[in-house]
């Protein structure tokens, strides 16, 4: 879906997304991070559970909303860190917001 | 609790420029923003920004620049990644920052919230690969990341083409533009077009952004209604009718944009009053010039007061920073008029083709002839079907639909269907969307977990005269 000309790798973090260690390119949001290794998907919807994709990238529409170190965070409004911990439950239930 | 002279909540341009007026005043001013990094959307990045990146972004880009440095060297204590959950009239704001809620107060508060892109639900706009023009746009000023694929961009307004000209520069293929901007201009724009023509440089840029659109050869379609995004687990097509045919337009990204409303949660909130702008179909808060509200300590500032680009924000940012001066006693009104005195001259001036734009670009109702399965409450699905069911049930004031339904409940708290939820309930009732009233916001205004609430550390106004019990206690321990 998006693809760049600038080196995103040039400097990266490590983090743990879904369970699995993953470079991601520092200095950026969680979610514009993702978007920059090809990950699209944010999360399953907790009402529809159909998956979302990031909508707004400012904030606003929680499209971004995933558990990060263990609390739901708006990935578009935090940045990545080294050793980060982040999971989507692609797959599950988990994740509920409620 | 920490006191300060002054907050800013944002820092886009109207934020900047006000923390920085008031600080090189010498007076004590915190900044408060949400986002990672100064800037706003409009200048998102900027500093951190490759040069190829500003090159192609452009002076409308660099320009933030200036006013960065200026924010930079001015003293304002800056905390970004703080997001303010509650606002008081009094001054007093509770926020989070890096997993810490924090209590503060100021004698003025300056509201710098901007704005946000129109959200208008179309069929299938939940599917991943459907996001906002802008929401592309921030995507390449932070991480300098293009979209790839067949593009399609659809919607209305200046920001739409700009999106598409952008593209173009970049070498980017565009499938196509649905444009729903209809191709004659509406009736208002007519009289509003020779003060327009006094910005020959502005009007300028949009003729030249229409011909680079054309220069590419992209299937530019005016005119276009039925906007739907189409596929299972992602954007696959967008369909739409066209000069009464059906379109069918295979994609991999849809990019949609109906314009730009001011983010009003902060002053709703509040307390503050709002007005409704019938043209242009959205709430702010009431302010004169200055920016006062009708709350003494409290100000707006920018495109959250109402729309009109990140040069009038800058402006009226200052503004706002040269009247909260004079309310502190830092300057007298004469020297407050002065210093004004430029900066209105260039708000006018800046101002002159902004209703002749807004009225080719008004959203127009019609537009929003919703479909029974599109998706309006993002966060709870809940459909037009539904919405539509409660007003037959009886149903008629937004707080009342949400009550029912859920809408505007989830955790983007309506900000996503609000304008929405009130446009299908006007339509079905034959009422305006002011008419269905306003969602009551609530604290917190945005989640934030119940841990940093309860380690916070609270500071109580004094009781006097308001609660018995304590009351008699301090008495009592007086007197001993």
């Known amino acids: ?98 | 609790m920490s006191h300060h002279d002054v907050i800013v909540i944002g820092a886009g341009p109207a934020g900047l420029s006000a923390s920085a007026c008031l600080a090189e005043m010498g007076l004590n001013v915190l900044t408060l923003d949400e986002q990672t990094r100064i800037g706003g959307q409009i200048y998102r990045h900027m500093e951190a920004a490759s040069q190829d990146r500003r090159n192609l972004l452009g002076d409308d880009y660099t320009d933030g620049l200036q006013l960065a440095d200026r924010f930079r060297k001015s003293g304002a204590t800056y905390k970004s990644g703080a997001t303010v959950w509650q606002a008081e009239p009094n001054g007093t704001l509770c926020f989070s920052h890096q997993g810490q809620s924090e209590q503060v107060k100021a004698n003025y508060v300056i509201a710098a919230t901007g704005a946000m892109e129109r959200p208008v639900p179309i069929p299938g706009w939940t599917l991943p690969g459907v996001m906002g023009a802008g929401a592309a746009n921030n995507l390449f000023k932070e991480a300098g990341l293009n979209p790839s694929g067949k593009i399609v961009l659809a919607g209305s307004g200046p920001l739409l083409l700009l999106e598409a000209s952008l593209l173009i520069k970049k070498g980017t293929n565009i499938a196509a533009i649905l444009e729903t901007t209809p191709l004659i201009p509406p009736g208002p724009a007519i009289p509003r077009a020779p003060k327009a023509l006094m910005r020959a440089d502005f009007l300028w840029k949009g003729v030249s952004m229409l011909r680079e659109i054309k220069k590419a050869s992209i299937p530019h379609y005016k005119g276009a209604t039925q906007l739907r995004a189409i596929g299972e687990n992602r954007v696959e097509a967008v369909g739409a009718m066209h000069a009464n045919k059906k379109l069918h337009i295979e994609a991999d990204l849809l990019l949609t944009h109906f314009g730009v409303i001011p983010n009003t949660h902060i002053f709703r909130q509040i307390g503050c009053k709002m007005v409704w702008k019938a043209d242009q179909r959205y709430w702010h808060p009431l302010c004169d010039e200055w920016g006062h509200t009708n709350c003494e300590r409290i100000f707006a500032a920018g495109d959250g007061a109402k729309v009109s680009g990140a040069l009038a924000a800058q402006y009226k940012g200052e503004l706002a920073a040269l009247e909260v001066a004079h309310c502190l006693g830092i300057i007298p009104q004469y020297e407050r008029d002065a210093l004004a005195e430029p900066i209105q001259k260039n708000l006018k001036h800046d101002h002159w083709p902004r209703p002749f734009v807004d009225a080719i670009y008004a959203p127009n109702p019609k537009d929003m002839s919703f479909d029974d399965d599109t998706v309006v409450c993002r966060c709870e699905n809940v459909t037009v079907r539904d919405l539509r069911k409660l007003v037959q049930e009886g149903v008629r004031e937004l707080n009342e639909v949400k009550v029912v339904s859920r809408s505007g409940m989830g955790p983007c708290q309506g900000r996503m269907c609000g304008p929405a939820l009130a446009e299908v309930i006007a339509a079905e009732l034959n009422i305006t969307p002011d008419q269905t009233g306003r969602l009551n916001i609530r604290p917190p205004l945005k989640p934030v977990p119940l841990k940093e609430i309860g380690e916070m550390s609270l500071h109580m106004e004094p009781t006097e005269g308001k609660n018995w019990l304590l009351d008699k206690k301090s008495a009592g321990k007086k007197g001993a």
């Open chain 1, 1 to 98: 879906m998006f693809k760049t000309d600038t080196d995103l790798m040039q400097n990266t973090v490590t983090v743990t997304l879904d369970g699995k260690s993953v470079s991601l390119p520092s200095g950026l949001s969680v979610a514009a991070a993702l978007f920059g290794i090809g990950e699209t998907i944010s999360r399953i919807s907790t009402t529809s559970r159909k998956p979302c994709s990031p909508h707004c990238l400012m904030g606003v529409c929680f499209e971004c909303l995933m558990e990060i170190d263990g609390v739901q965070r708006q990935a578009c409004l935090t940045e990545v860190r080294d050793g980060m911990v982040i999971n989507r439950y692609l797959n599950g239930n988990k994740g509920e917001v409620e």
